[in-house]
């Protein structure tokens, strides 16, 4: 093949990836319909209600409940489930940083543990290690859209009696045994964050199978108060997280494409699978075969260094040489400043030992995947079986020049 693109040879890809959300006159349809009926708040209008009766049939619930973004909906469903001060939460260390910050928002303590290696899920051995007699949850994780052990999961807190919290936000769609997540707990939650695979710019959900769950969940969501009681009567201390009608107009017209959507993403994402871990040092995500069907928020594989013959990172900047889109993995969670605390303005955690030191943890399995995982963005995904392939002929390129990438460093 010709010289690496970084090295200033030819990329292989030269037409961009169709960007990312897709939009048409639906949307704009919709958004005319709120403009024009000067009802722009949910309390009023009716797009908001009819995603949340839409969101909730996807599911084979009740109503959802839609709130302002992915991490208020992880808040509200911890108040919602009655988590606060003196619980402890167990939350996978691989994970975006709101997973364990609305922990700590309910003022609840998120005990970190460690994840899968094959799926990077939240490892449920891990899980039931540091359950405590404090221990009121665990928040699940489907990474990359990749159902954690849901069969593991809710045995565990069953026959624990804790709660069992999804966070969707990668997972728009995904199965485990025919079921679709979010409704295997207690409660799931759903972002549709500007890059998610449904998405309103913001905006979030919460389904439970659960009334109880979603009647408290609307109450703390909608400032506290109650269906049929006067408006300016406050029954809970809840805040202000409604989703806006504008919103809502946009994501019912994401959703009337969503499955077609998702086929195409599966379709391609398992093409990538077979062709991408025939490439030596080239590790996709494992999938499970309870997994019916992946959200694929993203597209991971893992980087084995001395296979490929160059470091991730390396492999990171040709890729994007190339003109394959990728974004970053997130890093561990004990890792950020905020729980480093190195400036002295985060605060301090106590936990049931005292003061909780994460900057201590040890967590091998999250920290190797942090350091070795390539995110490609869902671009990938979403066009032909040629677009997908496009990302195989640039992984092959690069891997067949590693010895270049070893020479820059």
């Known amino acids: 093949m010709n010289t690496l693109a970084i090295n200033g040879g030819p990329p292989v890809r030269t037409t961009p990836y169709k960007t990312w959300p897709h939009h048409d006159d639906a949307e704009r349809k919709l958004l005319s319909e709120v403009l024009e009926s000067d009802r722009w708040w949910s309390s009023q209008g009716t797009k908001v209600h009819e995603f949340e ?82 221990t009121a949850a665990i928040i699940a994780v489907h990474i990359a859209g990749h159902p954690a052990d849901m069969d593991r999961l809710t045995a565990l807190c069953q026959q624990r009696g804790i709660a069992l919290v999804e966070d969707c936000a990668h997972a728009h769609g995904s199965r485990w045994n025919g079921q679709i997540v979010g409704t295997f707990g ?54 202000n997280y409604r989703m806006s009608e504008w919103q809502g107009a946009v994501l019912l017209a994401q959703l009337d494409r969503f499955e077609d959507q998702a086929r195409t993403r599966d ?9 991408l871990a025939r490439i030596p040092g080239v590790h996709p995500q494992a999938r499970d075969p309870r997994c019916d069907r992946q ?83 869902t671009a990938v995904l979403m066009g032909t079986r040629e677009d997908a392939l496009d990302v195989v002929a640039a992984v092959e390129k690069v891997q067949s020049h590693a010895d270049e990438l070893r020479s820059n460093r």
């Open 53 to 134: 009766r839409r969101w909730g049939e996807f599911h084979g619930t009740d109503r959802a409940v839609a709130v302002t973004n992915g991490s208020h909906a992880i808040d509200v469903a911890l108040l919602a489930l009655g988590i606060g001060a003196g619980d402890e939460v167990i939350v996978p260390a691989w994970t975006f940083f709101a997973t364990a910050a609305a922990v700590l928002m309910v003022n609840a303590i998120p005990v970190l543990v460690d994840v899968d290696p094959a799926t990077g899920c939240i490892d449920p051995t891990a899980a039931e290690a540091a359950i405590t007699d404090r």
């Open 186 to 239: 207690d409660a799931g939650t759903y972002s549709f964050q500007a890059s998610k695979l449904m998405t309103g710019g913001e905006g979030g959900a919460i389904v439970s199978k659960r009334t109880d769950v979603l009647e408290r969940a609307r109450s703390y969501g909608d400032c506290g108060r109650q269906p049929g009681e006067w408006f300016y009567a406050h029954f809970a201390l809840g805040g």
């Open 267 to 275: 379709a391609n994402s398992e093409l990538l699978n077979e062709q």
């Open 295 to 377: 959200g694929n928020y993203c597209y991971v594989v893992r980087i084995e260094a001395d296979e490929f013959g160059a470091d991730r990172e390396s492999v990171r900047l040709a890729l994007g040489a190339e003109g394959i889109p990728l974004t970053m993995s997130y890093p561990p969670i004990h890792r950020l400043d905020v729980f480093r605390e190195p400036h002295g303005f985060a605060p301090r955690w106590r936990s049931r030992d005292g003061m909780q030191d994460f900057a201590q943890l040890s967590l091998p399995t999250t920290e190797r995947l942090a350091d070795t995982t390539l995110w490609f963005t």
